[in-house]
């Protein structure tokens, strides 16, 4: 049995102010209390955000005969189709009560034969107008918000402010894009039907963007018997942002990555998340500031592209069950 869900009190970060420090101190908090914090004036306009709602919610009104036209590919980018998703195979009983659309960075020929990077899907432009202009203007947008709290977080680990800029992490990252869809389904917990099972997120931070529509929930304590589980309140204009697991690995468990799920009560919800992680050839190993004789480091290191293969591999259907369907 669950135990009823509160409200989760998150600390907002105002990226306007010019005072880093006490936006240090507040994600400093946040990463090492639930992982998730607030972020406002982050320079993307309401105007452009609703745009990008606009455009996404198209998409998915499209008649499934189109949407399936861009199925996404072995790059993991395109369409992600209802049920697809499983992302707590233990408490499921199928996969997630959601759609979504995977936009990578826009390859390039140095980059095209490396795992997450390749070709985009796109819907037509006759079918979308202006629909591929929009999310690759949004993807920029995004990074520059991504970096800019990047160096929080790198001053908050003690470390140069530019620390993830280098070539290797957030110089050539793989950032990517997802448009996410959720059925008007309420989840039943106890019946293992969910929006979206429990997980934590791959990579390095993730910005969500989100509707009016509540649904997000997350765990602080993922060992706590039972789970108590938190609502985390939509803020207009706001992201919601959450660390991935490469962050808590890299900060030798310094800082969390916390688990969370989507719970739906019977409304559409519409989300943007974007996943901002270290570039392909990033090998990750504990930081300097996070170690020390009597905390040793407690991961061997890893090459990103390794790690993020091996994620994707264990949450999403294989490709080939959309070719039986469909023959």
């Known amino acids: 049995m669950e135990k009823e869900s509160a409200e989760a009190v998150l600390n907002c970060i105002d990226l306007s102010k010019v005072n880093i420090q006490q936006s240090v101190n507040l994600l400093k908090q946040s990463c090492t209390d639930s992982g998730f914090f607030y972020i406002i004036n982050h320079g993307i306009s309401q105007e452009f955000m609703d745009k990008v709602f606009d455009q996404s919610q198209k998409f998915f009104n499209l008649p499934l ?63 979308l107008p202006g629909w591929r202009e929009t999310m690759e203007e949004y993807q920029r947008q995004a990074l520059e918000v991504g970096r800019a709290v990047a160096k929080i977080i790198a001053l908050a680990l003690d470390l140069d402010a530019n620390f993830f800029d280098k070539p290797e992490t957030l110089g050539d990252p793989i950032a990517i894009l997802r448009l996410l869809h959720y059925q008007d389904k309420i989840s039943e917990p106890s019946q293992g039907l969910y929006a979206a099972g429990a997980h934590t997120d791959y990579g390095l931070i993730t910005l969500l963007a989100t509707d009016d529509v509540p649904g997000l929930q997350i765990c602080k304590d993922k060992e706590a018997k039972p789970q108590i589980w938190e609502d985390v309140t939509p803020l207009k204009g706001a ?89």
């Open 239 to 327: 992201f919601i942002v959450n660390l991935g697991d490469m962050l808590e690995r890299w900060s030798n468990c310094s800082f969390k990555s916390t688990l969370h799920r989507v719970i739906g009560n019977g409304q559409e919800r519409y989300s943007i998340a974007y996943f901002l992680e270290p570039g392909h050839d990033c090998l990750v190993e504990c930081l300097p500031t996070c170690k020390s004789d009597a905390n040793p480091p407690k991961f061997a290191p890893i090459y990103y592209r390794d790690y993020l293969s091996q994620r994707y591999k264990e949450t999403h259907a294989d490709l080939l069950v959309y070719d039986k369907q469909q023959s």
């Open 65 to 127: 005969n189109e949407k399936m036209k861009v199925l996404r590919n072995d790059h993991n980018r395109g369409y992600t189709p209802l049920l697809d998703e499983i992302l707590d195979p233990q408490n499921q009983l199928h996969g997630d009560f959601k759609e979504g659309y995977y936009i990578g960075v826009e390859a390039n020929d140095s980059l095209d034969h490396k795992p997450f990077h390749g070709p985009n899907l796109w819907p037509a432009s006759d079918v």
